[in-house]
Structure formats: structure tokens, C-alpha cells
């Protein structure tokens, strides 16, 4: 039987991807616009006490910038990566992406109403734009979930509509807030490019427990988002509760998507081509794909968020720019590749 | 001049006694049109917080000079060498150049309306702007016919400064600032406190010394590592900064500042005496301000001869072509506007918005703003209306200095819209 | 997990008990009527086709059968119990069904594809056993499609495709195995390939079939039994030789037919 061989090329596939994972985590550490030489970088990390010989600066910075910006990227990275994973297999679109529920839009929302109207104020060293992002996201879940379930059901091809419509709605005003509050607009335009600068602790704290729990109960329904691969009514003759499954994981993986955007703003790309580029080479099973996809989804974003943070010097560079610079040249290549391979 | 008596008729004696009178009428009025020329000396008394001081001061250009060797008198120490006038009471150093309107107060360096100069071995030095240096406020007793000088209180820390609701103390002068905007980079240069700016935005780019510091990104996406390891005392914005990026300062216990740009010109002052009192350069920004506020004063006088009906009316043009955006009511652009006595079309609106019908529709006599921005208009048929731009009356400034909430409101706006728009009065400028 | 000895006992001789129960089903989609007063019964291990022309509710009796869809009155029992009282898994333990145009949105192979038939045997955190991988295996060698094991379901043709889907619902070891037009999209090659797996099912495993199909020859030739319907109504419930007759085809086709015995009956359009 081939499944033994195969299990074991793909443990040592996800053992590979962790490897390069924790490698280059350590690698961006050690990356920043103050050089920092590594051996104190690695020092810093591993040693409990400060070392005399170390700036207070250096240690701060490892510490309290670099560290918790490494953590928060990967983890919206892996976040980004397992709702983009699950919404196309629900949608069973290809194209669908994290915020097809209007998540990005209705967030983007709120931060410019915090921007443009709150005064500055933080709660729990939260801002005010994060909270308001995250509420706007919120409401607008609820409001396409709202319109596009009817008797019960989700039609998902109404969600889709819902969302666009939703979106299109959203971003007028917010361009029209932008207009009528212009010199606020930089800031708004900053927000919605996307940015883990000024990453904190505090923003770990309030996303890791979201996070565990909402990726493992999605790898938990990994059986049936297989079987609703085939079709819906498949799924419902093989003994799936479709309606049950469709509403339960598009409201954890849209609150997580909430999440994500309202610490991070919005970086598109992510969600939408790891899953995919984890498909060509660990196949469409996600009991797989899902943890892989969290790991692949965090590398990636861990790459691109050093790489927006080191490029240029003295300069952040917004990192959804990098994420689509990357990604998609990167792609196109893969796809090349993959379809050459299904020809022969 | 000779008498000459002669027996002669008694008219023709009379006529030669008229033609004495008459020289010596005209002597006494050449005289005196000499005298009126030269500034007059007087002796001053002055109430100085209180206590009456005779002092002597002489008038020059409007502006009351007051001699050298009277300065003893408020704890100013005289001494001229060369075309060098320096005084100094150990706090405080001016040092002024005969002739010139260059001044050096303590570290900073800056122009005044008013030139100081040497007479007979004792310089003459403008004497409000010495006193408003010293920390006094100077009036005028209308009663009393005297000038008044009063104390305005000792300066120690801590100090709080406030921005809207939030209240900033400070136990200790600041020595390492990091500035996130270039008003900010440019006051701090001109009180002398260039040497504590440690990072700046990038566009911080005057004075050209600046260009020297590090540059730590921009306001809105500042690199925060590099800001960190600046190991600034207090990080400075102009108008809000990203929560964020002031949490994560808070914890690496630097202090944020967040002043709202001034939208009024005293706003400005307030701004220079709020820098000037956390860097400990309380005397040069004290010396800044009533430099401003002497030529400020300057263009006043000036424009208070302006009647209304010969105003002249100016747009200004911050942005154009897909929308219009110019200086309204709230802005400290307009005021300076409306301080060199001009009328602002923009003010019908209060921020910065404005609309291309509108504009159309006053169709102002004059035009202020950037090159780029005139080409913009001229390329377009929706300007074409505008008479300005074929009048030759739509006039290039700078507008990234007529931005800058800082020191060159004086020296560059005010003082270009009255050369360029009231160019014979542009003399009694002195500055 | 007993259900792995099943087939065999079901080998030895065909029951005379009704697996499939329908009593005055009626079903409307909003105000049209489409199943009216619908009555019939099913023996286990017979081969039942439906037939009729478009429109006449073929489909939408299926996926009554299923579950799919409720009827507004009647009821349908499954096996004695009432289909309203099956859980979804345990339903789906009892019939499985195989829909037309079988696809799947993203790449899987065959292999994975059939062994998702035995979700409704596994709990959310168990892993496939050795004897579920077993049955997924008798069951493409059931349908020929073993050699496709490893090929992605895109890369194979129509024909194997749906051969590949009856693999997926034997997995399911269900007592009824209902098909939807399986085989109006394929080749005639085909087309006689799946009824005879579906016939050597039956016959050999004693499954119980139920399709819905479009050619009357095939129906008439594969069916122990064979309901025509017409405008949502049973015009003729029984073996081919009582169904397929020159007034039946008229009524419900009206086309002018000769029938020729062979030894089933086939039409032969005039």
C-alpha cells in the first residue's frame, strides 16, 4: 500500500517547512534598520537576564519591537492563510480569499472613522482605530451573513454578491470620508495598505487565544470540507450537516479574518495563493493542507514583513505591497510549472 | 555777516533790516530741519517692574533704541569692540553687529526690523526686544506717559504642556528630541536647540543643517527601531500620530509629544515658547518670538494705512486640478493673509476644501502658489476664465515655506505678499 | 464497524422485504405542484428505474428519497423506519447516492475521492483503518477503477469519472444505491459499462438500485422493475413487459412506438 510511503514524504515535507519556519524566524531577528550583531541578538533571546554589555536600546528593541513583530506577523500570516484555505472550499471557488464576507472593507471602515473622529484614545494599550476596526468588521459579517441567508440556508453564491456589494458600498464612503477629511487621508491610506509596525505584546495577547482555538476546531471539520468538495449534495448524502458546517466555519473563520485585520489592516494576497501553492505539492486533503497552510502562510508573511521593515533604510514599506510583489510573480511561476506537469 | 549802515532813506533801512531778519529766520529754519533729522535723544523713563528708571533711548525707524551704558541699569553688561556690541548679565549673551540686523542671542541666531548702531563710542540696541528677551513684558502707560516693563515670572521645571485634553509633564530639560515634522525640525534649529534634534522626519529639510541629522522615516510610518536607539528624550509630532507607535515609545519609556498644528499665528508663538521651555532655550525663544512679533507689528502699521476698497484680493492655491484645495478661515495661512492686508477669497470656507465653482465665480485679482500648480491651471480649459493667469497677476511663492507653521512666517509669507503685492510700501518693511 | 461483513451474508439470497416505502408523497416547489400523490414500494435487491419524459419529477422524486428534499405530505420509509426519524450518518450508512456530473473543485486523486466514502463511519478524530482502506479498495476493484487509484479525478475521462463515484458510494456500504441520469453524459461504451457493474452489483451483492433514466431500452433491459411517471404522477408502476407497452409509450410520450421482445421489451420508434 502506498499510503504508508506517502505519509512518511509528507512528514518529512511539514518537518522541512517547520524548520525553515523557526530558521528564518530567527534570521529576522537579527534583521532591522539598527544593526544589532547577532551574537547579542541571540544573546538577548536566550539569556533571561540583561547582559551588562548590551545597550538598553538593543535589548528594548529585540525585545519589545522585533520579537513581538515576528510573532504577530507569523501568526496573521498562518490565520490569513487557514481562512483563505477554508472559505475556498466553502465557497468552492478558487478565487475566494479572506475577506469575501466584507470583513476587509467593513474594518477598513472603522478604522477611518477612528482615525478620523477618535481622539487618540487607547483602552488595554489597544487603540481606538484597532477596536473600531475590529467592530467594523464585525457588523459587517453580520450584515452579509444577514443578507445572504434566507429559510436557513446560506447560498453561498449569494454571500458572494453580498460581500461585493457590501464592499463596493464601504469603500465609496470611505472615500468619501477621505475627501471630505483630506488631510487624514495619508493615515487612512497607510491603515488600509497594511503594517505590523508597532507590533506589541499586547496585540499577541489579544489574538493568540481567537487564533488556537478558531484554527483547531477548522482543522477539526478538515473530513468535511473534503467531502463538500464534491458538492453540496454530495456532502449531505454522505451524512454531513452542510448547512451546519457552512454557517459554524464561515463565522469562526470570518471572526478570526476580524481579527487579523484589525491588528494588522489589510494584506491581501496571502490568504488567497498559499493555500494554493500548499495544494500543488501536499495535494487537496485538509487534514493536511490546513496545518500546512498555517505554517506556509506564517513563513510567507514572516518573509515579507522582514523584508518590509529592512529594505529600505529608515523607511517601513506598507507590507501587503510586498506580499503582492512576491506572491505573484512567484505564483505565476508555480502555476507554469504545475500545469506543464498535468500535461504530460 | 555784515552790518552795513548806511544814511540813507528810511525805506532803504528798512529793507536792509528786513534782508537780516530774513537770513536769520532761514538759518533758524535750516537749523532746525537739520535737528528734526537726526533722531532725538531723549531721556526715557522707564517703570521697570515697578521702579522708575531713567534711561537713554533714542527713536530710529520707529523702533526705540536704548543706549549701551543705560543697560547697566537692568543687569546688562555693555561691551563694544570693533563693529561688536555684546551684552551680557551672565544669562544671557546678545551679541549684535553695528549696522547689520543679523543678532546672536546665545545660541541662536536671528534677523530683526530694526538695525543697531554706534555713536560716539555707545551703541544703540533696540529696547523691546532686549526686554521681551529678559522676560518682560513691555507696554505703554497712556497716563503716565511711560513705559512700562513688567516681569513675567521665573521659569523652572517641572513644566506641563498641554494638547487638547492631554497634559505632558516634564521634571528635566530635554537633550535628545527626535522631531516628526519639519516645523518642529525648523523652530528647534532657530532657538539654538539644533545640536538636541537627533532624528527627523525627511522632509525636515531647512534649516540645511538638518539634512545632517538621521532621518527616522516619516510621521506616519516612523521606523521605530532606529528612534528607540536614538535613546531620544521625547519624540515631537505635529497633529496625531499612530497609536501604535506611541504605545510601543510609552513602553520604551520615551516621551511623546503631540502638539496640534498651530491654526493661528499666536498658536505659533505659543508653539516657540512650549519648544523653547523644554529645551531650556527660554532666553533665544523669547528673543525669537519678539523678533517675529516686532516685524509682525511692522506689517501692521502698514496695512492699517490700507483702506478696505483698495484691498486686494488673492487665492491661495494649496492643490489644484482634480479638486481645489486652499487656505480657509481656520488656517494660519489665512491669517497670514489677512495680516498683510490683503483679502482672502478662501475664506469662505473654513479648512481646505474648496470648489472650482467657486473659484470661477469670485475670480480673484491674484493668484498665490506654486509654478506646478499654474501649469496645471493653464493646461486646463476649466481655469481658463481665471483673469489672473493671463494678468501676469498669478504669482509664484514658495508654498512648502508658506506651510511651515514656523519662524519664516515673517521673514518669507508676510513678508512676500507685501513686496509682491504692496511693493511701495515694501520699504517700511526694515526687514 | 460490523458493516464490513455485511456484503457477504446479503450474497446469499434475495429478501422479499420492502426497503423503500413511498405513501401519498406529495411535493411542490412554491405553488407548482410537481409529485402528486406518488404510492409505490421497492423490494430489497431489486433494480428499479424511473423513467419518464423531462419535467415529469424523476429528479425531484429522488432527491425526496434522499433527503434532499421534504415532502409536504406523505411519508417515505427507508428499511420500515420513516425518514424523518434518520440522523444524517446513519442515513448516509443506508443509501448512498450518485449525482450527475460528478467533479470536485480542487485536485484530488481517486483514491482520496472513494475513501471519503467512509465518512459516515468515522468520528471527527479518527484516522482511516486498515479495514476502511480495504473496502475503498474492493470497491474500485469493484468498478474497475483500481488502476486510477493515484490519478487526480480531473485527469480521467467522464466514463471513469462516474465509475469512480459508484466506488466513492459502495464505500458508503449502503443497503440502496440511488443514481441520478448516471449515464446521460456518457458514450454508449459507457453507457452499458455502469448499468452492467450496477446490474452485477445488484445481483451478485444483492444492492438494491434505484435510478432515474432517460433511454427506455436500457431501463427496459437492466429493470426488475420499472416506474413511468408523467406531469409528477405514477402512470405505471411494474416489470418491463406490463410498463412498456405501444398504449403506455403513447400516453406518456405520445410518439408512435412498435415494441419488439427480446427477451425484454424495446421500442422502436415508427
Known sequence: MGYGIKRKANFIKIALLILILLGFAIFSVTQGTVKIPVSNVLSIILSSEAEASIKPAHIFIVENVRLPRILLSACVGGMLAVIGTVFQALFKNPMADPYVMGVSSGAAFGATLGIVFGVGVSLASLSLVSMMAFVGAMVTLIVVYTLASAGGKIATTSILLAGIVVNAILSSLISFIMIMYHNEIDRIVTWTMGSFNAASWEHLKLIVIPMVIGIAYMISLSRELNVLNLSEEDAKNMGVDVERVKKIALVVASLLAAFSVSVSGIIGFVGLIVPHFFRMIFGSDHRLLLPVSFIGGALFMLICDTLARSILPNMEIPVGIITSIIGGPFFLILLHKHKKKMEN | ?431 | MGRSIKNDVKCESKEMSTLIQVNKLNFSYGKEEVLKQIDFAVNKSSFVSVIGPNGSGKTTLLKNLCKLLNPETGHIKIDQQNLTHYKAKPLARTIAVVHQGANSTFDFNVGEVVLMGRYPYLNRFQSESKVDLEIAETAMAQTSTLHLRDKNLHGISGGERQRVMIARALTQQPDLLLLDEPISHLDIKHQLEILKLCKSLNESHGLTIFTTLHDINLASRFSDLIIMMKEGQIVKIGAPKDVITIETIKHVYDIDVNIVLKPYPMIEAI
Open chain 2, 1 to 431: 555777516m555784515k552790518l552795513k549802515i548806511r544814511k540813507k532813506s528810511k525805506f532803504q533801512i528798512q529793507s536792509k533790516y528786513s534782508s537780516y531778519t530774513k537770513k536769520i529766520i532761514s538759518t533758524l529754519l535750516v537749523m532746525v530741519l537739520i535737528v528734526s533729522a537726526i533722531p532725538m535723544t531723549f531721556g526715557a523713563s522707564i517703570e521697570f517692574n515697578g521702579t522708575l528708571k531713567k534711561s537713554t533711548t533714542e527713536t530710529q525707524y520707529e523702533r526705540m533704541m536704548i543706549a549701551s551704558v543705560s543697560l547697566k541699569d537692568y543687569g546688562l553688561n555693555a561691551s563694544i569692540s570693533g563693529n561688536t556690541i555684546k551684552l551680557t548679565d551672565g544669562n544671557v549673551t546678545f551679541i549684535f553687529t553695528n549696522n547689520s540686523n543679523v543678532v546672536k542671542v546665545n545660541s541662536a541666531t536671528m534677523t530683526l526690523d530694526s538695525k543697531p548702531y554706534i555713536k560716539n563710542k555707545i551703541a544703540y540696541v533696540p529696547m523691546k526686544f532686549i526686554f521681551e528677551t529678559l522676560n518682560y513684558s513691555v507696554g505703554y502707560n497712556n497716563q503716565s506717559k511711560q513705559i512700562t516693563a513688567k516681569y513675567n515670572g521665573n521659569f523652572v521645571f517641572p513644566i506641563t504642556i498641554k494638547d487638547g485634553s492631554k497634559i505632558y509633564k516634564f521634571t528635566k530639560p530635554a537633550k535628545r528630541i527626535v522631531s516628526l515634522a519639519p516645523s518642529i525640525t525648523e523652530i528647534l534649529f532657530a532657538i539654538g536647540a539644533g545640536d538636541m534634534v537627533v532624528g527627523r522626519t525627511k522632509y525636515c529639510t531647512y534649516p540645511a543643517q538638518a539634512t545632517a541629522v538621521k532621518s527616522v522615516g516619516t510621521l506616519y510610518e516612523p521606523d521605530l527601531e532606529s528612534i528607540i536607539n536614538l535613546n531620544a528624550d521625547v519624540v515631537i509630532a505635529a497633529t496625531h500620530m499612530n497609536e501604535d507607535v506611541m504605545n510601543a515609545l510609552t513602553k520604551a519609556k520615551i516621551a511623546t509629544l503631540t502638539q496640534e498644528s498651530p491654526a493661528k499665528i499666536a498658536q505659533i508663538y505659543t508653539l516657540i515658547e512650549q519648544l523653547g521651555r523644554l529645551t531650556n532655550k527660554t532666553y533665544e525663544s523669547r528673543a525669537l518670538i519678539a523678533s517675529m512679533k516686532s516685524k509682525e507689528d511692522r506689517v501692521n502699521n502698514i496695512t492699517k494705512m490700507i483702506p478696505t476698497s483698495q484691498r486686494k484680493e488673492v487665492y491661495y492655491v494649496v492643490g489644484t486640478g482634480k479638486s481645489e484645495y486652499t487656505a480657509g478661515k481656520q488656517t494660519f495661512i489665512h491669517e497670514i493673509i489677512i495680516g498683510a492686508g490683503l483679502i482672502n477669497i478662501g475664506s469662505d470656507v473654513d479648512k481646505w476644501s474648496y470648489s472650482l465653482e467657486k473659484l470661477i465665480e469670485h475670480n480673484p485679482a491674484f493668484l498665490l502658489g506654486a509654478d506646478y500648480s499654474f501649469s496645471t491651471m493653464r493646461d486646463s480649459k476649466n481655469y481658463s476664465s481665471l483673469t489672473a493667469l493671463k494678468t501676469g497677476k498669478a504669482i509664484e511663492v514658495d508654498t512648502d515655506v508658506f506651510s511651515i507653521p514656523g519662524p519664516r512666517i515673517m521673514d518669507y509669507s508676510m513678508k512676500t505678499l507685501i513686496v509682491k503685492l504692496y511693493p511701495e510700501h515694501a520699504y517700511k518693511l526694515r526687514f
